[in-house]
């Protein structure tokens, strides 16, 4: 089992940036693969962007590629999600989720979440 804490969301205009945190505790954090999610109001929890305990892979919703960026500090048990140019398309709720193995974009593969994190974005 982890435990994930998100933080960082908030309100912007479109154009602007945020950047999520998610705090990770339990066993062997190292070793889980960790992703976003985000679910806008009247539409299923969709993937967003995952990266395996080798920092070097990371996978990106088309939606989201080349504007969002994810990172994670092993050391710290942090994991980040950058995201730039934003747009109202991007309002959902955010969620931090990990599992004990690699990156799946199906939300049904991961059975750690976070409480999420509301972010908007103004037109």
């Known amino acids: 089992q982890v435990q994930l804490v998100e933080s960082g969301g908030g309100l912007v205009q479109a154009g602007g940036s945020l950047r999520l945190s998610c705090a990770a505790s339990g066993r062997t954090v190292s070793k889980y693969a960790m992703g976003w999610f985000r679910q806008a109001p009247g539409k299923e929890r969709d993937f967003v962007a995952g990266i395996n305990w080798s920092v070097g892979s990371t996978y990106y919703a088309d939606s989201v590629k080349g504007r969002f960026a994810i990172s994670r500090d092993n050391a710290k048990n942090m994991v980040y999600l950058q995201m730039n140019s934003l747009t109202p398309e991007d309002t959902a709720v955010y969620y931090c989720?990990?599992?004990?193995?690699?990156?799946?974009?199906?939300?049904?593969?991961?059975?750690?979440w976070g409480q999420g994190t509301q972010v908007t974005v103004s037109s």
């Open positions: 989720a990990a599992r004990h193995g690699v990156v799946f974009t199906t939300s049904t593969n991961w059975d750690n």
